[in-house]
């Protein structure tokens, strides 16, 4: 470890690279410099590398240690010890359970700091997930969560010795999106004749309980039959959410729009965002469609009620009722005034407390409390 070091040198580790939310965080801090670190970045899963390329243009170096199961990324302890010191780290910041058992054994090995983002609730993760994090939990100097909700269930579940910060997720202020790229978009969801088109950015797997979000949707339709839906993004239910888009008899006004690498000309094309996620710590997807605008209907899960006051930046919902997420949508696109009135205020709220300039200073105070606390332990 170089204590000396005058910019500290962080060694970013995840389970992978591919575009989820806490995945795309990395390269937004460290595009921002605002935490005043240097970083290297470590990751396991080689068919998740979609960030890879985005990240080596910032130049910040990456390595792989593939592995394809919870086992084969224990075995790559030993390995990612060596990486730490050989790239000097004087810290490792680790983000999802795995990687963080992994993050934790290697940091003791190399003698190197932990600092753990926990991005989920602990009642959320697999048993076995949650048992190996808590049992290495101790092995690390600090913890970050991403929403006052997941505090509160670290709380509930962990050891109180190991401190734990608040910082939210932060985001890059949006880029204006291509007007041809939109237009293709709203085309793409049959749309361009200017229908409403309600949407959603998620990774298609059970947390974001898509199976309620095609109710809703056909709830939707029976108010406003001209809207159409789209839902960005891939994963393993995707069959089976065509099929039951189809079952429901509105597979011809949802469009699968899969996996992209820009979201932002889809969610510009959208004219309200729907959510209907059984759990969350703090979506970077709302917010993000916050961000360009979109008024939004979510449920009250996780820390989303950290980000919205309902009726005056956003509807929330709660959880499990597509016929209420099918109301206050309905309410929305019937009333244009209320619908911008909402989209503006959420669009200040984000831009005023979710910049990610913001999030890499609070987590540069982090690294630098942790080194300090090591340098002079008293």
Known sequence: ???ERPVPRVCQLIKGLGRGGAESLLPQVIRSGADGCEHRVGYFLPWKDALVEEL????????????????????RVPAVARWLRREGA?????????AGVVGRLAGRLAGVPVVYTEHNLQERYHPWTRRANLATWR???AVVAVSGDVAASIARHADPRVPVRVVL???????????????RARAACGAADGAALVGTVAVLRRQKRLDLWLEAAGAILAEVPEARFVLVGDGPLRDELESEAAALRIAGRVHFAG??????PWLAAMDLFLTSSEFEGLPLALLEAMSVGLPVVVTRVGGVGEVIEDGASGRLVGFGDPDALAAATVELLRDCALRERLAERGRQVVLERFGVARMARELGEVYREVLARRRNPR
Do not use: K, W, Y
């Not at 985001?171 to 291509?178: A, K, V, W």
């Open 1 to 3: 470890m170089s204590g």
């Open 259 to 264: 996996l992209q690498e820009d979201v932002t």
């Open 139 to 141: 092995l690390q100097a």
């Open 169 to 183: 997720n932060g985001i890059e202020p949006p880029l204006s999106p291509d007007p041809e790229a939109v237009a």
């Open 90 to 98: 004087d810290l490792v910041h680790c983000h999802l359970p795995l």
């Open 56 to 75: 080596a243009a910032t130049g910040t170096p990456v390595r792989g240690f593939p592995a394809r199961s919870p086992a084969g990324m224990l075995l």
